[in-house]
């Protein structure tokens, strides 16, 4: 269910929304590398998961309302015994540039957090070198320079879930053409 809102006169957005089915699943905390004669593999049956995204300006230009910025926010959980992720958390500020001069350019900076699920089995950890939660930071500047080019650079830095991964700095450039 999205509804749009309109917070200090501006526009935006909230969003709440769901996932279910009934598909049988291996359980996450099963070790499927042990059988047994006549002793199957513990399944679940079914799975879920709940998010609630916003985004709302906080400043629009007068002369075209399209144009502004604003922040954003995400959360979700998930039914931990089918899913590797248990919840994510995620946050920023984006939107049109606010140099007057560079009108079709666009900015972001967010956040994320996302949760490892409990129910990983033990031997998941062992084989992998251990889950934690992840998290990083992304920070874009996106510039038009012609009617249909577009070039970005974007520095990410990534604290993965994996324990033996070492925390990432990415530095990106993207050009786009819009044919």
Not at 40 to 64: E, H, M, R
Not at 121 to 131: E, H, K, Q, S, V
Request: proline share 6%; charged share 15%; glycine share 12%.
């Amino acid at each position: 269910m999205r509804v749009p809102t309109n917070f200090f006169g501006k526009p935006g957005h909230q969003l709440i929304a769901g996932t279910w089915n009934s598909r049988e699943y291996t359980a996450l905390d099963q070790d499927p590398r042990i059988l047994f004669p006549n002793v199957p593999i513990a399944k679940q049956s079914g799975s879920w998961s709940l998010f609630w995204n916003c985004d709302q300006y906080l400043v629009t230009d007068s002369s075209n309302p399209k144009r502004g910025w604003g922040y954003f926010g995400r959360a979700g959980i998930a039914d931990q015994g089918t899913n590797p992720l248990g919840y994510f958390l995620s946050g920023g500020i984006g939107g049109s540039s606010p140099l007057q001069t560079r009108q079709r350019d666009s900015f972001g900076v967010g956040y994320y957090y996302a949760a490892t699920s409990n129910d990983i089995a033990p031997f998941i950890n062992t084989i992998f070198g251990g889950f934690a939660d992840g998290q990083g930071v992304e920070m874009f500047y996106n510039i038009t320079t012609a009617k249909r080019l577009t070039i970005t650079p974007d520095i990410q830095v990534l604290a993965p879930s994996r324990e033996k991964l070492d925390t990432a700095l990415l530095v990106g450039l993207r050009a786009n053409y819009n044919f």
